[in-house]
Structures are given as structure tokens and as C-alpha cells.
T-cell receptor, first 108, second 113 residues
Framework: KNEVEQSPQNLTAQEGEFITINCSYS?????LHWLQQHPGGGIVSLFM???GKKKHGRLIATINIQEKHSSLHITASHPRDSAVYIC??????????FGEGTQLTVNP | DTGVSQNPRHKITKRGQNVTFRCDPI?????LYWYRQTLGQGPEFLTY????????KSRLLSDRFSAERPKGSFSTLEIQRTEQGDSAMYLC???????????FGSGTRLTVV
């Protein structure tokens, strides 16, 4: 069992839909990160969370430390949101352990 | 601040050859990380530096792999006697000591033929 698991692996939505990506982890963490990766490899940091909820534009990230679970929500999804979304947890030495990612495709 | 820069962006090499990649982190970032990502998978940790000290190495980093960060600035990752299984995206990231986020480079895609 991976230390970080994401669901779903693939997600297809219509423009405007509300999207949720889930992340569960099994280790003690100091923080959880949500990252976005576009084709070609570049990774952009979206959020770093240690508790509660954060919002940036149409993106919302929540974390429940007791349940070891986090969610990333996208409101009013748009085709430009199409990317791989990766959950990563920060453990010892501040290195990241990554989930396998969720491929999101938003169709116009 | 031009972000984290990685060179080259792409490298095609023949099996058995040595390759070296470079990462230039954000100048005020003390920590530098190397990750490897194969197709369809999340990145895997390879090694990390705080300033010039290499503080942690993954067991994925075999004897053929070596990383340096002289003077705590740029870092190099060398792979000796490349194998086809080394084909992957090699990602570099940097952060400040009191972490409030990471900045990733665009990666170096290695193809071993």
C-alpha cells in the first residue's frame, strides 16, 4: 500500500462542473501539498496545508489531520484546468512523498 | 528571481554513457531536492541538500548515481553507465529552510536508447 493514495486516477468533467480530488495518507506528516503538473513536466505548487482550509481563486484545499485525508476542489471548472493534480506529503527531512496523481480533463 | 532552472531540458544518450544534469535553485533557497518521475507515476525522492551538505539519499540512488552541490548553490546529478531503466524525468526543487512551499524546475527528460 502506497503511503499516499489519490482518487480518482482519471477524471473527465464538463466545463463548469465542480470537481473534487481526494488524497489519503498513512504516515505522520508536517504538511500536505497539492501540485499541478502540465504536459511537458513542469510542476506548480498550488497549496501547502497543515490544517484547515485554503482558497485561491477557484481552487479550495482542505485537510483533516485526524482522518489523514485531504481534498482539492475546483469550482466552475474550465478546460485550462486540465492537468495532472498531485498530492504530496512532507515527512522527515522535509522531503515530499507523492501520490500517483489524478489526470483531470475538462471538456468544453 | 527566475525560478528553478534545469539543464538540459532533454537528453538522449546511448546505454552505457555517462550523463550529467544541472539544477540552479532560487538563490535564497537553502534546500535543494532531486526527484525522478517515470511515465504515469508520481515523482520519487532521490536526494536532498541543505546548503552544500547532502543530508538524505534514497535507496533508489544506486552507486551509479551521484549528486553534488558545491558551495551550496547549483547542483549536479550524474548518472554513470546509463541503463534503459534510467529513462525518466529528473526534477529539481528548492525551498527555504522554514518551508512554506517548494519551487520546481521544468525537469530534464532523459531517454536512454
Amino acid at each position: 500500500k502506497n503511503e499516499v493514495e489519490q482518487s480518482p486516477q482519471n477524471l473527465t468533467a464538463q466545463e463548469g462542473e465542480f470537481i473534487t480530488i481526494n488524497c489519503s495518507y498513512s504516515v505522520g506528516i508536517s504538511a500536505l501539498h497539492w501540485l499541478q503538473q502540465h504536459p511537458g513536466g513542469g510542476i506548480v505548487s498550488l497549496f501547502m496545508l497543515s490544517s484547515g482550509k485554503k482558497k485561491h481563486g477557484r481552487l479550495i484545499a482542505t485537510i483533516n489531520i485526524q482522518e489523514k485525508h485531504s481534498s482539492l476542489h475546483i469550482t466552475a471548472s474550465h478546460p485550462r484546468d486540465s492537468a495532472v493534480y498531485i498530492c504530496a506529503v512532507e515527512t522527515s527531512g522535509s522531503r515530499l512523498t507523492f501520490g500517483e496523481g489524478t489526470q483531470l480533463t475538462v471538456n468544453p | 528571481d527566475t525560478g528553478v532552472s534545469q539543464n538540459p531540458r532533454h537528453k538522449i544518450t546511448k546505454r552505457g554513457q555517462n550523463v550529467t544534469f544541472r539544477c540552479d535553485p532560487i538563490s535564497e533557497h537553502n534546500r535543494l531536492y532531486w526527484y525522478r518521475q517515470t511515465l504515469g507515476q508520481g515523482p520519487e525522492f532521490l536526494t536532498y541538500f541543505q546548503n552544500e551538505a547532502q543530508l538524505e539519499k534514497s535507496r533508489l540512488l544506486s552507486d551509479r548515481f551521484s549528486a553534488e552541490r558545491p558551495k551550496g548553490s547549483f547542483s549536479t546529478l550524474e548518472i554513470q553507465r546509463t541503463e534503459q531503466g534510467d529513462s525518466a524525468m529528473y526534477l529539481c526543487a528548492s525551498s527555504r529552510t522554514v518551508t512554506y512551499g517548494y519551487t520546481f524546475g521544468s525537469g530534464t527528460r532523459l531517454t536512454v536508447v
